[in-house]
T-cell receptor, first 113, second 110 residues
């Protein structure tokens, strides 16, 4: 079955550490997105990529970094510069053309300990 | 950027009741989607509806683009309908990404 796989489901980070969240899709989608969700709030865009080797900052990119070396993969690194990283992180993808439906992964819950 | 407001923020229903969720947006859009987030965090696309009306079983949605709002109707609600419903839009300008509302938390009681 085609879909988006995010791993791990739960992640604990010590203060000062960088951590990387994985997002892989086998839908042959061109565009991929990272969103952050805080309790009781909607999703806010961190970074997005419409093509391999290119990505753009979203609304809350500070303290995060991404890469898009392969079409299938869009990993997100939460750096030590992100002061409040505890949140639920969702990855999404969609075709760059045609039907505009987004497909979401099941998310990674990151907690700073 | 475009603003998205959803109402009500919370809704508690008895099983079998009907409900209407509203999404207002501040500018013209070329993409509007309704999502359901289940208690485990998974987001499921319910409707892609930048204009017009669609129905899928007990759920239907209407978007009146000229008046900048969309409605999601849930009929004969079931406990499995519980979760958060999000409206997300993409403005007709140069933005290439969705902007989400803050959601409606729906609880359906047995």
């Amino acid at each position: 079955d085609g879909g988006i796989t995010q791993s791990p489901k739960y992640l604990f980070r010590k203060e000062g550490q960088n951590v990387t969240l994985s997002c892989e899709q086998n839908l042959n989608h061109d565009a991929m997105y990272w969103y952050r969700q805080d309790p009781g709030q909607g999703l806010r865009l961190i970074y997005y990529s419409q093509i391999v080797n290119d990505f753009q900052k979203g609304d809350i990119a500070e303290g995060y970094s991404v890469s898009r070396e392969k079409k299938e993969s869009f990993p997100l690194t939460v750096t030590s510069a992100q002061k409040n990283p505890t949140a639920f992180y969702l990855c999404a993808s969609k075709p760059d053309r045609g039907f505009d439906g987004y497909t979401f992964g099941s998310g990674t819950r990151l907690t700073v300990v | 950027g475009i603003q998205v407001e959803q109402s009500p923020p919370d809704l508690i229903l008895q099983e079998g009741a009907n409900s209407t969720l509203r999404c207002n947006f501040s500018d013209s859009v070329n993409n509007l989607q309704w999502f359901h987030q289940n208690p485990w965090g998974q987001l499921i696309n319910l409707f892609y509806i930048p204009s017009g009306t669609k129905q899928n079983g007990r759920l239907s949605a209407t978007t009146v683009a000229t008046e900048r709002y969309s409605l999601l109707y849930i009929s004969s609600s079931q406990t499995t309908d519980s979760g958060v419903y999000f409206c997300a839009v993409r403005g007709s300008g140069s933005a290439r990404q969705l902007t989400f509302g803050s959601g409606t938390q729906l609880t359906v009681l047995p």
